[in-house]
């Protein structure tokens, strides 16, 4: 800038209010001490722009004309007559810069100008009075070795060097992100100086196994069941015949049939009706046992508000007799009889079923199958007894339901039977209220919901060779409706045949050890077939190295370092084995050793009408069947030919079908026991349990339905006094129809 530009500058604004106005912008805005020549490049007055370049031609001049510097300072110095290029540049266009920058500082033109304006405007608004008296000038630093101590001292800050040291400062926060990087939503914890990279995290614990407890052989545990089953084997009949008559007495009141003694007789009626509870409750001891028997196991089952309401029900006739009045309202003492009749019954069907499930699971120490989950499904394989017991020992799902609820039950009978006396100012009708309602709490099905499907399937699966570890195994294998079946289950022994053979570059007895090697080495039910064939032609098992399965449907080994292969014909043609032209085999399996095609077997696959039984009822139940066969002829195409062709089969890949094929070691506890081959006894044991669990859940739900609603209703009739409509025939008639879809469920149990 000229001197003229100056005093022009010092004119508008006296030099005290410039060092204030300069201190606020410098304060505000951040400037820096130094001008910039780009910002007086863009200073308001246009004719004198080429100015500045002007300033730095007498400020470079000593540059060049150094002769005293050494070698080092020589190559440094090309650089200077470069510098008065750019003014020439600029005297030829002003208007266009060739900064990288410009078109930010064009764009910012107007804000500066606006920003100059204000800071006249508040420098003229300042009080006179208030003169704040100038800083004296920064000294400049001490010149840098090297150059001359003649270089001209800096001038002082104008307006425009502070405008062009906002520009500067503008520009900087524009190539800087406006707001900090987030490391996350909302967070503010400070980052982590890590480094390295943590350690992962440590694994999940596997589950424990189920634990055994110290459990007796299954020969002890059936000869136990037995004994148990024959003192409860006669105890059904004996107690019907003295719990039946007061029911049929009534019943032939209903048809205006008078009874000798009984007819009209209150005080005859209660001695009669305690005389036949007292019999009936003696020879259904057995429930008394169970119901306080379960109770000390912490469990609330039917037969214990059973014989809650015989007590409630001979205490009411007893004091009838005691207080000399027996009244005019019949005693609920028939209810009660008939209540133990049921119970007693079910406590026998039960003792029946777990001895059935004993006697079939004792038959072998070593059985041949059993049948564990997986969590594909249930498994068939061989494995150990143990655990057997123990899974058949705990509670069943009715009477789980049964502790959850009857509790409710047995609180809401006492509560009524006290709002329906004493709420009613009848107290002396509290016993006669509650031998009402603990009856219909405790309804004639309960008992059997479990203990009849039990002893149906138990006595079922005993002649079908196989036994269920109670309500827990019948749950654990039928719970995901999936059998994994392989080859052996589809196609039993004596069910695959030789049906002719074909040698090519082996002898007979050699290529039959090599054959029977690789169907032993991959367990398939081809070793069977094999076997027999190696004991009849004298030939012997070989060690296999190196054995691989293939997707293609083969296998592949090393004998004695030969290499073997051993498959279908996409297997050698994948293989790239040349097979004959008139050997064509649906069925066959082809050996051939060093890529050299050795013999031909051709296998007949029989279908076993137990084996389409089973795969019909198993597409009734909705069971799916997983196909995990490791004999390559035996696909989901072959089930097709050989059997129903409504059955449809699950087919995993390779891998899967191996290692659900796997049976060296078990999966869990075992759930049920197979003492026959084949797949009909596998199939009676998943589908049968799954008809078990849906039955008991179905019988219990029902039960405690009817249960709840004879509660209510009892207490409101009771409560009303209207015991003519509530009288013990009516009761026991709602009871029965309560009872008859749980018949209906165990009976279904048994069918296939």
């Not at 002890?220 to 409860?232: F, G, N, P, S, V």
């Not at 008939?338 to 070593?366: C, H, P, T």
């Not at 019948?474 to 589809?490: C, G, P």
């Not at 097709?640 to 999966?667: C, N, Q, T, W």
Request: glycine fraction near 6%; include cysteine; hydrophobic fraction near 40%.
């Amino acid at each position: 800038m000229t001197s003229m530009d100056d005093n022009h500058i010092n004119e508008s604004s006296p030099p005290e209010e410039e060092a204030f106005s300069l201190e606020e912008i410098l304060a505000e805005y951040g400037g820096g001490p130094e001008p910039l020549a780009k910002a007086e490049e863009e200073a308001p007055p246009a004719p004198e722009e080429p100015e500045p370049p002007a300033e730095a031609e007498e400020e470079t001049p000593p540059a060049p004309e150094e002769p005293e510097p050494p070698a080092e300072a020589e190559e440094e110095a090309p650089p200077a007559p470069e510098e008065p290029e750019p003014p020439a540049e600029a005297e030829e266009a002003p208007p266009v810069p060739e900064e990288p920058e410009l078109p930010i500082e064009a764009e910012l033109a107007p804000i500066l100008e606006e920003m100059e304006l204000l800071a006249r405007e508040e420098a003229a608004a300042m009080p006179p009075s208030d003169p704040i008296p100038p800083k004296e000038p920064i000294p400049p630093p001490p010149p840098p070795p090297g150059k001359p101590v003649g270089e001209p001292r800096p001038r002082s800050i104008s307006l425009e060097d502070v405008v062009g040291s906002t520009v500067d400062a503008v520009m900087e926060e524009a190539r800087e992100p406006i707001l900090p990087p987030r490391r996350g939503l909302f967070s503010r914890k400070p980052p982590e100086e890590t480094e390295k990279i943590p350690p992962p995290p440590p694994p999940e614990p596997e589950p424990d196994p189920e634990p055994i407890g110290p459990e007796p052989t299954l020969w002890e545990a059936a000869h136990d069941a037995r004994q148990l089953y024959i003192r409860r084997k006669h105890t059904v009949l004996p107690p019907l015949v003295t719990a039946l008559p007061p029911t049929l007495f009534l019943l032939l009141e209903r048809y205006q049939i008078k009874v000798p003694y009984w007819s009209g007789n209150p005080e005859f009626q209660c001695v009669f009706l305690l005389a036949c509870l007292g019999l009936t409750a003696l020879l259904c001891r057995h429930v008394f046992l169970k119901g306080f028997g379960m109770l000390r196991r912490r469990r609330c089952v039917a037969e214990l508000l059973v014989s809650l309401s015989v007590l409630a029900s001979g205490l009411d006739c007893a004091l009838r007799l005691l207080g000399g009045g027996a009244g005019e309202v019949m005693p609920y003492a028939p209810v009660s009889c008939l209540g133990l009749i049921f119970a007693q019954w079910g406590v026998r069907r039960e003792s029946k079923g777990n001895y059935d499930m004993l006697r079939a699971a004792a038959v072998d120490d070593d059985p041949p199958y059993l049948v564990t989950n997986t969590p594909q499904g249930a498994c068939k394989q061989r494995g150990s007894v143990p655990g057997f017991f123990t899974t058949a020992a705990r509670s069943d799902a009715a009477t789980l339901w049964q502790t959850a609820l009857l509790p409710v039950f047995l609180v809401a009978a006492v509560a009524f039977a006290l709002l329906g006396s004493v709420g009613q100012e009848r107290g002396g009708d509290f016993l006669l209220n509650l031998s009402a309602i603990l009856p219909a709490a405790a309804t004639f099905s309960l008992p059997l919901c479990w203990a009849l499907p039990w002893s149906k399937l138990s006595e079922h699966l005993q002649k079908t060779g196989c036994a269920v570890a109670g309500w827990s195994g019948a749950q654990k294998i039928s719970a995901q409706r999936r059998m994994i079946v392989t080859d052996t289950d589809l196609f039993p022994p004596g069910t695959v045949q030789l049906n002719g053979r074909k040698l090519f570059a082996e002898t007979q007895e050699r290529a039959v050890s090599l054959a029977a090697s690789m169907a032993r080495a991959a367990g398939s039910g081809l070793e069977r077939l094999f076997n027999s064939m190696v004991r009849s032609e004298g030939g012997r098992y070989e060690k296999v190295d190196d054995f691989s399965f293939y997707e293609e449907g083969g296998w592949s080994g090393v004998i004695k370092g030969e290499s073997v292969l051993m498959g279908g014909a996409a297997f050698m043609r994948k293989m790239n084995v040349r097979l004959p032209a008139d050997v064509n085999l649906k069925t066959g399996v082809f050996l051939a050793v060093d890529k050299e095609l050795a013999a031909a077997f051709a296998v007949k696959y029989s279908p076993a009408e137990n084996v389409d039984f089973a795969l019909k009822m198993m597409q009734r139940s909705r069971i799916q069947p997983i196909l995990a066969s490791r004999d390559p002829n035996i696909t989901p195409s072959l089930i097709k030919r050989k059997f129903s062709r409504g059955v449809h089969m699950e087919y995993p890949g390779l891998i899967e079908r191996v290692a659900l094929s796997e049976a060296e070691k078990d999966r869990d506890l075992p759930r049920a026991l197979l003492f026959r081959e084949g797949l009909l006894p596998y199939a009676e044991a998943v589908a049968g349990s799954l008809r078990l669990c849906k039955a008991v859940r179905r019988a219990s739900a029902l039960s405690l339905l009817g249960s709840w609603a004879g509660t209510l209703l009892t207490f409101y009739l009771t409560s009303l006094g209207a015991y003519e409509l509530m009288n013990p025939l009516a009761l026991e008639v709602f009871l029965l129809l309560w009872t008859l879809p749980v018949l209906l469920l165990s009976d279904w149990i048994g069918r296939c």
